[in-house]
T-cell receptor, first 115, second 113 residues
Framework: NAGVTQTPKFQVLKTGQSMTLQCAQD?????MYWYRQDPGMGLRLIYYSASEGTTDKGEVPNGYNVSRLNKREFSLRLESAAPSQTSVYFCASSEAVLRANYGYTFGSGTRLTVV | AQSVTQLGSHVSVSEGALVLLRCNYSSSVPPYLFWYVQYPNQGLQLLLK??????LVKGINGFEAEFKKSETSFHLTKPSAHMSDAAEYFC???????????FGTGTRLTVIP
């Protein structure tokens, strides 16, 4: 089925460990996004990529890095995980930044716990 | 700057009753407005969106929303709640040329049999 695929679905890390969250879309969308979802805070943008080869910080970028590997793939890396990064992470894609009216397609999320 | 306020983090309705989820936005220019639904352990799905034109927007699953510029509101309604409507609902706003959607904090809808 067409859409946004995230891996892994669940992950437990120890404080200080690193990991990469993977995201791939098969809709030929130009723009991709990483959000985190925390109770009572809605979704907050971590990083986004308007097009292949570009990335920009969102609202809460500290402690994260991203890579737009190609048009399909956009990964999120935690270099040294902290308990404050315990969250549910969502990847999303859209046709183009300047056409945000199209809305986003979301992946099913990665539930990350840092102990 | 734009922002979204969802009034009521939890709403409970009886099966068959009217569903009303409130959303107010602040924006210096006319925004694009969205409602998303999130079922347990799933990602967000687009319910409906307002960009331009008709202010009453119909979405999936019998939901609709009306853009009221004078009230800066975009409330979500459904005439008759179904058990399958139980989920979390997010209102979001963006501007033409904006880099991302700004989400409200969500409203969890419970449907009582």
């Amino acid at each position: 089925n067409a859409g946004v695929t995230q891996t892994p679905k669940f992950q437990v890390l120890k404080t200080g460990q690193s990991m990469t969250l993977q995201c791939a879309q098969d809709m030929n969308h130009n723009s991709m996004y990483w959000y985190r979802q925390d109770p009572g805070m809605g979704l907050r943008l971590i990083y986004y990529s308007a097009s292949e080869g570009t990335t920009d910080k969102g609202e809460v970028p500290n402690g994260y890095n991203v890579s737009r590997l190609n048009k399909r793939e956009f990964s999120l890396r935690l270099e040294s995980a902290a308990p404050s990064q315990t969250s549910v992470y969502f990847c999303a894609s859209s046709e183009a930044v300047l056409r945000a009216n199209y809305g986003y397609t979301f992946g099913s999320g990665t539930r990350l716990t840092v102990v | 700057a734009q922002s979204v306020t969802q009034l009521g983090s939890h709403v409970s309705v009886s099966e068959g009753a009217l569903v009303l989820l409130r959303c107010n936005y602040s924006s210096s220019v006319p925004p694009y407005l969205f409602w998303y639904v999130q079922y347990p352990n799933q990602g967000l799905q687009l319910l409906l969106k307002y960009t331009t034109g008709a202010t009453l927007v119909k979405g999936i699953n019998g939901f609709e929303a009306e853009f009221k510029k004078s009230e800066t509101s975009f409330h979500l309604t459904k005439p008759s709640a179904h058990m399958s409507d139980a989920a979390e609902y997010f209102c979001a706003v963006s501007l033409t040329g904006a880099n991302n959607l700004f989400f409200g904090t969500g409203t969890r809808l419970t449907v009582i049999p």
